[in-house]
């Protein structure tokens, strides 16, 4: 199962005031990082799982705001990005994106179907991922194993 969902969106602070307001979520404060050559911010709601993620994203990114908010992904834990990003591309879930290249364990695969993509995210990054963005929460178990799919 997911452990979060991500919205692409042109406003992330609008984005989280009308999240809070229409369904009372609590956010983490927004991060701005950047991945390669894009500047990007990010939020995610306490108190999951599922958490609800916010992206807003420059002009060419996978997270690119110009083009409007919507559905982008949803998160899995792997145990191995690499060979499960092999068994979801067999089974005709194209890799569109990975991340690994530079230095990030993820990937994202398209899911015509549900017009978005699934992000597997390596197990590794959980621990640091709960104490940044909810921290007190209890670990889960990978969703997504490189050896099968469930």
Known sequence: MFY???FVVPDIERAMSD??????????????DSLGEWDY???????????IELVQGPP???WDSSLGARFHHLGCWTDD???SSARLSEAGF????????LGRPY?????DSIGGHVELMDISRQERF????????????????GTALS
């Open 4 to 6: 979060h969902v991500c």
């Open 19 to 32: 999240l809070t307001r229409s369904t009372g979520a609590r956010w983490s404060v927004i991060l701005e």
């Open 41 to 51: 911010r990010l939020a995610f709601t306490k108190g999951g799982p599922p958490y």
């Open 60 to 62: 060419g990114s996978p």
């Open 81 to 83: 990005v690499t060979k």
């Open 94 to 101: 194209p890799q569109e994106f990975s991340a690994c290249p």
């Open 107 to 111: 990937t994202y695969h398209k899911v």
């Open 130 to 145: 709960l104490r940044s963005w909810d921290p007190g929460a209890e670990p889960t178990t990978a969703t997504i194993e």
